[in-house]
């Protein structure tokens, strides 16, 4: 394995009639593995399908950039944790774990299926990925920002993650 850049799992994120379908997620495995080959060895293979407990980083396709957030408020709209899109690969404020959805447990290391509803929690603060019908300060399109403390939030935190082919996320397919 090479230590280039880290392999993207394209993906479209559904929620509530928003459709995030030009993310991409990029799984930072916290395991000392390098990133940018395809997983064809017998050791790599446990670590194809991603999991609950996951942490990830969500890209744009085509500006490749992350989504990132950390603890600043919107000025305006919802008045909640901002998120934003950043060019940097290492900024720590660009990871999110992978949880059930809200009101559902999904224990650490089980497969992600596709179709199912997730919740992307910031690593650094707690705070869930949410949108709302607020409109967005800087786009002027739907909010998307961060809500809830420890974990806890509401419907508003879940997203239907939908590989393009298969029946798990996997890491490293396009």
Known sequence: LSSSA???????LKMRGLELSLLAITLLLLTGWSFGAEVDDDEGKEFEVVTCGSA??????????RLHSHDIKWGSGSGQQSV??????DDPNSLWVIKG???????QGTPVKNGQKVRFQHLQTK?????????????KQQEVSCFGEGGNGDMSDNW?????????????KF
């Open 127 to 139: 705070r869930n990925l949410h949108s709302h019908n607020f409109q967005s300060p800087l786009t």
């Open 160 to 172: 239907i993650v939908e590989p393009k082919e298969g029946a798990f996320l996997k890491r490293g």
């Open 6 to 12: 880290p392999p993207l799992l394209s993906y479209s």
């Open 101 to 107: 959805a809200h009101g559902d447990h999904c224990p």
């Open 56 to 65: 990830v980083k969500l890209q744009h396709i085509q500006t490749r950039f």
């Open 84 to 89: 934003t899109a950043i060019t940097h690969m």
